[in-house]
């Protein structure tokens, strides 16, 4: 009972309009008032979470992002995979996936890579005749890679609440982000054999190939740095942003020359209000759960779940289901944070791996990057490509139901997230 008068509570503050940094944390603050508990508890929660080595990572991998996205890095990547796959079926739209997925191997962040490739690849997409919903809805769909092939900011989240390793992590979504990204080229090269209507690049030559290919290898290079640095274990994920940011600004303001000073302030400004939303929304997750902890609602959610349900698949699909649903009004780092403290303890008695369910949790907040009414991708692919919201919602259906396949495929078939990091 008690548990379902808090999220109640919890969901009417939302539907209110309360920022979700502060539902949280004024909720929880109530909750330890009302059960007799210190006040010196919120202080000192909040001082426990902000002081934090791991998430260090947060504000210097969306530096990292917000300085490519600046320096235009997103034209050069996507002009060099153009000229190799451009001459497919569907070869902008193939060429579009796999930016996307270059780029999310850098900036581990949803937001950068939809608008930095979105940039680029919609008006390009658009004068070669390719349908405009689907424009749309591909690049809302190909940014969520962003959160899911390391590094990624969700996972540096879900680790820190779980306790549970960031390198395995990082590793273990190496797979499904390839899956997903086979997944949405796959439909893409489908769509445009039955769809037609698009005009079909014409196949580069070597000479472009390699001119191309040329201008885009130090960011292929920022890549590979970051994600072999990470798996060779040469350096923790944030000193792994640590370097990924330093080495994004001496490319963007020494190689390619394409940040200045207005562009690099513009940058600081930008990652530094998402900061301090991320780590507000943090901070006050942190008190709630400390709150709901000392109530015993995670044991008594536990306790009952493992009464009522035995089994993993029908734990997993009745998460899937509150996932989707939440997904319409709760951005992707709100509902890991308020539903993750809930339903960790749970995992144990049911035999699911912590750092599998971390990355099926992922794949599912994806989905709520590109949900309508609050799909935070939806709103960058609208504002990149002055597009009205009905467009791109009309979208991403298929995308949708893709990321769907993918958590199926996951759930079958479990090694295509724990092989990496546990078995190669």
Not at 201 to 206: E, L, N, Q
Not at 358 to 366: D, P
């Amino acid at each position: 009972m008690t548990a379902a008068l808090v999220l109640m509570g919890l969901f009417a503050l939302l539907l209110i309009g309360v920022p979700v940094a502060f539902a949280l944390g004024g909720l929880g603050l109530i909750m330890l008032a009302l059960g007799g508990f210190s006040p010196l508890m919120v202080p000192q929660g909040l001082f426990s979470t902000i002081d934090n080595f791991i998430l260090l990572a947060v504000p210097l991998f969306l530096l990292m992002s917000n300085v490519l996205l600046k320096g235009g890095v997103g034209h050069d990547l996507f002009a060099a995979v153009q000229s190799w796959v451009g001459h497919w079926p569907g070869g902008l739209a193939v060429a579009t996936i796999i930016s996307c997925g270059i780029f999310a191997a850098i900036s581990g962040s949803s937001v950068a890579t939809a608008a930095t490739i979105g940039t680029v690849a919609i008006p390009e997409m658009i004068e070669r005749g390719y349908a405009r919903r689907f424009v749309l809805g591909l690049l809302a769909a190909g940014g969520t890679l962003g959160i899911l092939i390391p590094p990624s900011i969700p996972m540096i989240i879900y680790g820190v609440v779980t306790e549970e390793s960031i390198i395995d992590l990082f590793l273990a979504g190496i797979g499904p982000g390839l899956l997903l990204c086979l997944l949405f080229i796959g439909f893409s090269m489908l769509y445009a054999r039955l769809g037609g209507g698009y005009r079909p690049s014409p196949r580069a030559g070597w000479d472009e190939r390699w001119r191309t290919s040329v201008r885009a290898l130090p960011t292929l290079a920022l890549a590979s740095l970051i994600i072999l640095g990470i798996y060779a274990g040469a350096f923790t994920p944030t000193e792994a942003a640590g370097v990924g940011f330093a080495a994004a600004l001496v490319l963007t303001g020494f190689v390619l020359r394409t940040l200045d000073w207005p562009k690099l302030k513009a940058a600081v400004i930008e990652s530094m209000t998402t900061t301090v939303t991320i780590l507000l929304i943090v901070a006050g997750a942190k008190v709630f759960g400390k709150a709901i902890t000392l109530y015993r609602i995670p044991q008594d959610i536990s306790a009952a779940i493992a009464t009522n349900i035995t089994e993993p698949g029908l734990f997993i699909l009745v998460v899937c289901a509150v996932l989707v649903l939440m997904g319409l009004f709760l951005e992707a780092l709100s509902m890991l944070l308020i539903m993750v403290p809930v339903l960790a303890p749970s995992l144990f008695a049911l035999g699911i791996d912590p750092i599998w369910f971390g990355v099926f949790f992922v794949v599912m907040i994806e989905c709520a990057l590109i949900t309508p009414p609050v799909g935070l991708n939806l709103y960058v692919i609208q504002a990149v490509g002055k597009a009205r919201m009905a467009e791109v919602a009309g979208g991403v259906w298929p995308f949708l139901a893709l990321m769907l396949v993918a958590v199926a495929v996951i759930y079958f078939m479990p090694d295509v997230a724990l092989y990496i990091p546990f078995k190669l």
